[in-house]
């Protein structure tokens, strides 16, 4: 059994499928909270405001990080995102186990607030793979990917500082995986 009230970090670079595992994740396990982050960037066309981010300006997003209402926030390819601090932490009073799926930097700010929390990285079977799973999404432009790719060879190579590295080949093997690491 999961310990109550656990902070689980999911890590690893865009493309990689962190989200589609989290999402069968919620699907098999629905009593874990996924933490909704805030973004300066644009929505894409399927996503909506509340569900799958916060979507706000840059002043925004500084007015909340200057009034700590962030638990972590980084700079990433471009745009801002953060995990509000006051949802997180009701769950965590109330005993419920909280998923944050964030990039890298804002894992090893969670590392430094919440040294117990389990922390997971996801690992491509391969940057070809990942590329590939990058363009197949569709949701990029060609230079958002550059990014991405470009800030993946750096995360893929800090995957050892996490507590546990999964490789996203087989999806249901990975889920497994998943499973196994949180419960
Ligand atoms: N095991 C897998 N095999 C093949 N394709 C996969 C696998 N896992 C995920 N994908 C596909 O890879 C693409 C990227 O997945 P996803 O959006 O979940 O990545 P992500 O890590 O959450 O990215 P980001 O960090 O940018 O949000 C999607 O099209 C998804 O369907
Ligand atoms: N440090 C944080 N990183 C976050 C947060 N929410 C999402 N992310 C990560 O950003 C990249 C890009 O996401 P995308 O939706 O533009 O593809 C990806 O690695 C996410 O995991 C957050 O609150 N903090």
Known sequence: MIKPGRLIVVTGPSGVGKGTLVRLLLTRHPQLYLSISTTTRQPRPHEVEGQHYYFVSQDTFQ???SADELLEWAEYAGNYYGTPRKPVEQHIQRSESVLLEIELEGARQI?????????????????????????????????????????????????????????????????????????
Not at 115 to 131: D, G, H, S
């Open 111 to 183: 590392q430094q607030t919440f040294p117990t929390a389990l922390r997971i990285f996801i690992l491509p079977p391969n940057v070809a793979e990942l590329e590939q799973r990058l363009r197949g999404r569709g949701q990029d432009s060609e230079e958002a990917i550059a990014r991405r790719l470009e800030r993946a060879k750096a995360e893929i190579e800090a995957a050892n500082e996490f507590d546990v590295q999964i490789v996203n080949d087989n999806l249901e093997e990975a889920l497994s995986k998943l499973e196994a690491a949180i419960f």
């Open 63 to 65: 007015q909340m990080v």
